[in-house]
Every structure is written in C-alpha cells, then in structure tokens.
C-alpha cells in the first residue's frame, strides 16, 4: 500500500496494533483475577487504550501540521519572492511525493521567469541594434539632402548624392524586410508552401538576382551541380537564404572575385556549397556570424547588418536542414548547407 510507504504512518500503526494487542492481553490477564469484575476490566483497559491511541493520533497529526505549516512556510516566501525557496521532502510518501512536485514546479516557474527575462533583455538589446542601424543611414541622408540643397544647380553632385542616398534608403529596406520576416519566423507564423523544387533552376534564379552586382563588381558567381537535383522545400523562402548567403559572399570579396554555387545530391542527402576566394572569417567571428546584429571587429564591412546570416540559418533549419562554416584569412569562406532527403519505404 503506498499510504504506508511514508515511515511515520507505518509507526503509527504499528504502536496503535501495539495497544490493541496490549489491550487484549490485560483484557485477558484481568478476567482471570475473580476479584475484579470482567465489565469493569473490559473499559478500563478499552478506556486506556482509546486514550493511547488519541495520545499517539495526536502526537502524529501534530507533526504532520508542523510539516505542512513549513511547507505554507516556504510558499509564502516563494511568492514574496525568495527564489531560492523549497519545501523540505526528504521522506516517502504522497505528501512528500506533492512536496517534490511542487519544487518541481517551482524550478519550471523559476526557468520560464529566467527566460522571460532573457527574452526581455534581447528584446532591450534588439530595439538598441535597430535604432543604431537607423540613425547611421538616416544621418547620412540628412547630409546628402543639405548637400542637395545647397547644390541645386550641379547637376553631377545633385546625380552623386542622389546615388547615395538610394544606398541608404535601399539598407533601410533590407533592414525592414529582414527584421519582418525573421520576426515571422520566431512567431512561427510562416506557412511554408513546399513543393518538389528543382534545385539548378533555384540556384539559375539565385545567380541572376545578383548578375547585375557582379557584373559591376567584376566578380564571377559560378554554378555546378547536377541539373536534376530536386528538393522538397518553399522555393520562396529557400532562395531568400540562399540570397543571403551569396550576398555575404560578395560583400566579402574584392574585384576579380569568385563565388562557387556547388550542389550535390545522394540517396539521403542534398549538400549545397557556396564558396567563395575572398577575404575569410576570423577564428574569432566564426562561432558568432548566425548571431543577429553581430558585427565583427576585424571586418571592413560597413554595410551589413547583421541579420542575413541568422535569417538564412533560420529559413534553411526550418527546412529541416543544417548548415555550417568553414573559412580561412586570406584565402576564402565555404558556407555547407545539408538537407535530409527523406527515405521512401
């Protein structure tokens, strides 16, 4: 019986089948002196051993009292906030098992409230980010558009500056987009509409979208790759990573530059790799590029903003995929992108 699990229950029994026994025994030892009479034996023992039992109930129920009220105790320090707070269950037993759950449920409370305040502090920390990659575009527009002002009859600096504030106004938008869609995918908003994609054809629409950039930057985004590859996924949301990823590349790399869009399929797997020869990643930045907003403090990059990277890592894990980095200074960067392909039985 798990009610005579807990030690203190099971003594109580035992001392009140102690009395009984004990009750019998004097019941019978009296009713064979003659001179008392076998009623009157009969309660004073029965009186004896009720006043026994309720001494011990009582004793018992007192201590059970003591233990609850430590417990109300702890309880009432907990919501006042002692955090530290736990009821004392170092016994077997159903009310030491409600102790136990209790404490258990206080971890939780405690783990979601240390979430809760992380949530808050990357928030905090997010808002800042934001306003801080604002204000050095809108700064600069500020600027240009005095210089605009000033500058109403050149025609060459009215083109100059209206150039560069097309750059700035393009950066707000990527911020906005960006911030948009990685917000919908913490929120777990995002439908993903997956369907059997051909992967060359993705890769094909991937390097057109920056054609015109190479071109000017006179780099060369190269494709190989098996032009019957397919995967299952939001073509979409999947050419917005791989975007990310190409940007990056070229970001980091100079004139003259390559990227590499290799894909490889097997059985089990769909491994994509975008490798570029351009300038490498610091040991240093390599275990915080998919953190948002992070700007490391070896690159001359003045443009990113920190939110392609995560974004990408986001979209492509909700594929259900991975993907890793492997770079050195100097001589390149190779972002490995590996989807499942799920086995048809």
């Known amino acids: 019986m798990k009610i005579l699990a807990n030690r203190k229950i099971k003594l109580l029994f035992i001392e009140i ?41 009582y004793g018992y129920f007192k201590d059970q009292n003591r233990t609850i009220e430590a417990a109300v105790t702890e309880i009432t320090a907990y919501i006042s906030g002692n955090l530290d707070a736990r009821i004392e269950c170092n016994d077997e037993g159903e009310l030491y098992r409600l102790f136990h759950e209790v404490n258990i449920l206080v971890s939780i409370l405690n783990a979601h409230a240390q979430q809760e305040l992380k ?5 905090k920390d997010t808002i800042a980010d934001i306003s801080h990659q604002l204000k050095t575009p809108l700064a600069a527009l500020n600027i240009y558009n005095g210089i605009l002002q000033s ?6 600096v009215i083109d100059e500056f209206t150039a560069l504030s097309e750059q700035e106004l393009s950066r707000i938008e990527t911020l906005v987009q960006n911030l948009l869609k990685i917000t ?3 929120a777990g908003t995002v439908v993903f509409e997956k369907q059997t994609e051909n992967v060359s054809e993705m890769m094909e629409r991937v390097q057109k979208h920056f054609a015109f950039r190479a071109e000017q930057e006179e780099k060369e985004i190269r494709l190989t790759g098996d032009p ?12 917005e990573a791989m975007d990310n990823l190409v940007k990056n590349a070229l970001d980091h790399t100079k004139r003259g530059d390559w990227i590499h869009i290799a894909w490889e399929q097997s059985p089990a797997i769909l491994q994509i790799c975008i490798e570029d020869n351009g300038c490498g990643i610091h040991p240093e ?20 903003i920190g939110l392609g990277l995560p974004l990408a890592k986001s979209i492509i894990e909700a594929h259900s995929g991975t993907v890793k980095v492997d770079s050195e200074l100097g001589v390149g960067t190779t972002f490995i992108i590996e989807f499942l392909i799920p086995t048809k039985l």
């Open 184 to 186: 919908k995918m913490d």
């Open 228 to 239: 019957s590859a397919t995967l299952r996924c939001d073509r979409d949301w999947l050419t």
């Open 285 to 304: 930045d390599l275990y915080h590029i998919f953190k948002r907003f992070y700007r490391s403090k070896f690159t001359k990059d003045t443009q990113g």
């Open 119 to 123: 949530s808050k502090e990357f928030l």
């Open 151 to 156: 500058e109403a009859e050149n025609t060459q």
């Open 17 to 57: 089948l102690v009395c009984i026994a004990v009750f019998v025994a004097a019941v019978l030892v009296l009713m064979h002196v003659s001179f008392v009479p076998e009623v009157l034996s009969i309660f004073f023992c029965a009186l004896c051993m009720a006043l026994v039992i309720l001494l011990l109930c």
